[in-house]
């Protein structure tokens, strides 16, 4: 499951009791430059001996501890001598198994809560105020802390919001330490870890790449190794990783589709090429790829052709690079632990494009495997990537082929990037562009509608502009745009793109819509 504890880190497990907020803790315990990996609530006491991390943490979960079939731990892990911090449910958890009590109150504490210091101890420090604003979000509440614990927060509906068996190692907090609305909450968490669990913090950007770059060379030794660059973040990162550790051994390949957005191949090729000095095998297939699209309009079938050709000419153009023997992905974390949950309802076939089967004959190098999504981005700004790379939003596989509805053609696709351009520039040039997940626009190729220009009726096609805010595509929200943004680009697009007489705003969030189109 893991890649990194050699030993080269101090770990923290973050057990997950079904919680949204486990990898929200797994990225705060990072932030405090210690290692967290997430690791599933039936783990057993011995499997956590056998990994010996430095300290665990109980994340919160949906479910009170009453119900029958609520997750549980193996009760021995409190005896393994392991620094433990309970969260919310992790904390009831906590509070129930060593003979406290928790109850049901009569109505709960959701959101903002008023927190009494009372004491201190190593969670709440005597430097702390009196008095903190933190977030809670429960139903049950630990009424009764164990014995050999001590009380050192209560908000007025949980008597024992903080508690603590320093000697035992074992702390429980009612409230949500790992959200930003709980004032001092990083400082809580990094006292659980340094002071509490000993951990050294040695997990920062610098000191992932020595190992990782140490780990691909001692994988890969003296054979050559390719990568299929996709314009993105993940596969930039990998690869420049991978080229620090190998150089020369290294050729990337870089399938240019005509579905890419302006000016982008020029860029892989500048900063891959010219800047990072990697040999780049720079595919142009955009006819072959306008060829199989003729005619196609379901929007499955555009994926499925756009990624079998995809993998074709990938195989093409690898067949002819003497003994490639390793094959360079750009998974992350993220992917990692959703590939290890019951597989959710398929509602449009991903990553079809730059995720190549498995049956090629390649031994893979996943050196980001470990990371999140804002650690590959402080990674690839180590390594000395363009901030355009390296902050660029994500885009689909299959390019603006997803964008253009109806059939794909040359003609519609540079058309479409035009107004894309557009519909990017002024995002960039309101400064708006780290705070939107995905800003593009979409061409209704098969819709026309009636206008008017000077004296002239028109009967152009609409373009649609799509922006939202999200955390992690899974859900989304439309981005609230300034209407004189709306405007500007609205004017721009029907001004210089000819065949565009219509701007319209998508303002579906997702669910009931999804973030692309097709
Ligand atoms: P949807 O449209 O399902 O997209 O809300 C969620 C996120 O995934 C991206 N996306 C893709 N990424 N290959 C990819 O690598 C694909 O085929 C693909 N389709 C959608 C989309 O841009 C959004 O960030």
Redesign the pocket.
């Known amino acids: 499951m893991t890649q990194i504890d050699d030993g080269s880190f101090d770990t923290v497990l973050v057990v997950d009791f079904g919680a949204q907020y486990a990898q929200l803790i797994a990225r705060r315990v990072r932030e405090a430059h210690v290692y967290s990996e997430i690791v599933p609530h039936t783990i057993t006491a011995a499997e956590i001996a056998e990994r010996q991390p430095a300290g665990i943490i109980l994340s919160g979960g949906p479910k009170s501890v009453h119900v029958d079939g609520a997750p549980a731990l193996d009760t021995d892990v409190y005896d393994l001598g392991i620094p433990v911090l309970g969260i919310c449910y992790g904390a009831q958890l906590v509070a129930r198994d060593l003979g406290g009590e928790v109850s049901r109150t009569d109505r709960g504490e959701y959101g903002r809560a008023e927190l009494d210091r009372v004491g201190s101890g190593v969670l709440l420090a005597n430097d702390e105020p009196e008095q903190l604003t933190v977030w809670m979000s429960h139903f049950d509440t630990i009424t009764q802390a164990p014995e050999g614990f001590a009380v050192t927060g209560r908000t007025p509906a949980t008597p024992a919001a903080v508690m603590e068996n320093a000697e035992r190692g074992i702390f429980g907090v009612q409230y949500h330490p790992e959200v930003v609305h709980s004032q001092h909450g990083q400082d809580l968490l990094k006292r659980f870890l340094y002071d509490a669990a000993k951990c050294r913090p040695t997990w920062t950007m610098t000191s992932i790449i020595e190992h990782e770059v140490e780990k691909v060379r001692a994988q890969v030794g003296s054979a050559r190794v390719i990568c299929a660059l996709?314009g993105?973040v993940d596969s930039a990162v990998a690869a420049a990783l991978v080229h620090k550790a190998i150089g020369p051994q290294l050729t990337c390949v870089y399938v240019d589709t005509g579905l890419m957005r302006e000016g982008e191949s020029d860029q892989v090729v500048e900063t891959f090429q010219r800047n990072q000095g990697i040999e780049l095998q720079h595919v142009r297939a955009a006819d072959r790829f306008f060829d199989r699209l003729a005619g196609v309009l379901d929007p499955e079938e555009k994926?499925k052709v756009i990624?079998e050709l995809f993998i074709r000419i990938f195989e093409e153009v690898s067949g002819g690079i003497d003994d490639a023997k390793f094959l360079v992905q750009g998974t992350l974390y993220p992917d990692v632990i959703e590939s290890g949950t019951p597989e959710a309802a398929k509602?449009?076939?991903?990553?079809?494009?730059?995720?190549l089967p498995d049956d090629m004959d390649f031994e893979l190098i996943e050196p980001l495997r470990a990371l999140f999504k804002d650690e590959v981005r402080r990674v690839g700004e180590e390594l000395g990537l363009p901030p355009e790379i390296v902050w660029r939003q994500?885009?689909?596989?299959?390019g603006l082929g997803?964008r253009i509805i109806g059939e794909v053609t040359l003609e519609r696709a540079d058309l479409l990037r035009k107004a894309d351009a557009i519909v990017r520039e002024e995002i960039k040039r309101a400064d708006l562009e780290r705070d939107i997940?995905?800003v593009f626009a979409v061409l209704l190729a098969d819709v026309r509608s009636v206008g008017v220009m000077g004296d002239e009726r028109t009967y152009g096609h609409p373009i649609v502009i799509r922006a939202v805010t999200?955390d992690d595509?899974?859900t989304?929200d439309w981005a609230r745009l300034p209407y004189d943004l709306l405007e500007r680009m609205s004017n721009r697009i029907i001004n210089e793109v000819q065949g565009i007489n219509r701007v319209a705003y998508d303002i579906t969030s997702?669910p009931p819509?999804?973030?692309?189109?097709e």
Do not use: L
């Open positions: 996709s993105g994926r990624g509602i449009k076939s991903h990553h079809n494009v730059g995720g994500p885009f689909p596989g299959p997803v997940w995905q999200s595509a899974m989304a997702k819509g999804t973030i692309e189109w």
